[in-house]
């Protein structure tokens, strides 16, 4: 059973930087990519960044590009745990949104896929609200 455990959203400023955080656990880190979205009131979710498995590539929105990177550290072993983090720098109004993270199973090691149907896993969000 994969779960995923977002936290480190909040109230910021304009300008202001946040990470987030989100373990997940449960499956195997060969094979799945992570990725972070975002769904603001009244829009669909979309994308904001994602790393394939092999971490060594990565996708980033043009919105965020710049702003925003995301990473992971991985535990192997009995208890293993792999943590992805976006870092969300330079922060405007428009980011704000619950934001998502989510794993995909993918056979290639440098894919990120970054449709949503393409996730099969999804953490339960956390608010980010950037004022002006």
């Known amino acids: 059973q994969v779960q995923l455990v977002e936290s480190g959203g909040g109230l910021v400023q304009a300008g202001d930087s946040l990470r987030l955080s989100c373990a997940a656990s449960g499956h195997t880190f060969r094979n799945y990519a992570e990725g972070w979205f975002r769904q603001a009131p009244g829009k669909e979710r979309e994308i904001v960044a994602g790393i394939s498995w092999s971490g060594t590539r990565f996708y980033y929105a043009d919105s965020v590009k710049g702003r925003f990177t995301i990473s992971r550290d991985n535990v192997s072993g009995d208890n293993a745990k792999d943590t992805v983090y976006l870092q969300m720098s330079s922060l405007k109004p428009e980011d704000t949104a619950v934001y998502f993270c989510?794993?995909?199973?993918?056979?290639?090691?440098?894919?990120?896929?970054?449709?949503?149907?393409?996730?099969?896993?999804w953490g339960q969000g956390t608010q980010v609200t950037v004022s002006s």
């Open positions: 989510a794993v995909a199973n993918s056979a290639d090691p440098w894919d990120v896929p970054v449709d949503v149907d393409k996730y099969h896993y």
